[in-house]
Nanobody, 114 residues
């Protein structure tokens, strides 16, 4: 499976962005789809996941919404009320039941100005 992320950009604090992650190739066996982010000098962290249930990091709960369009094989992350601390490279990630079990997409940069 290949993952293509898009939708990042520069936005002012309080603004919104929607990230997309399109999956292509051998998409069978996808169990969980997730968004991670990595800020400069920090470790990559889980932002939201969509599998049997939806989970969010405490820092984004109530502001971000993860969703999936299975017909389009696309994962979304709607980000509202963005804050400067949300600035990071955002990555989509899938967990599969078939090899390869873990697949990363390329990142998309999100920059929030104060």
């Amino acid at each position: 499976v290949q993952l293509q992320a898009s939708g990042g950009g520069l936005v002012q604090a309080g603004g919104s962005l929607r990230l997309s992650c399109a999956a292509s190739g051998t998409i069978s066996g996808i169990k969980v789809m997730e968004w991670y982010r990595q800020a400069p000098g920090k470790e990559r962290e889980l932002v939201a996941s969509s599998g049997g249930r939806t989970n969010y990091a405490d820092a984004v709960r109530g502001r971000f919404t993860i969703s999936r369009d299975n017909a389009k094989n696309t994962l979304y992350l709607q980000m509202n009320n963005l804050k400067p601390e949300d600035t990071a490279v955002y990555y989509c990630h899938v967990v599969k039941t078939t090899l390869p079990f873990y697949v990363w997409g390329q990142g998309t940069q999100v920059t929030v100005s104060s």
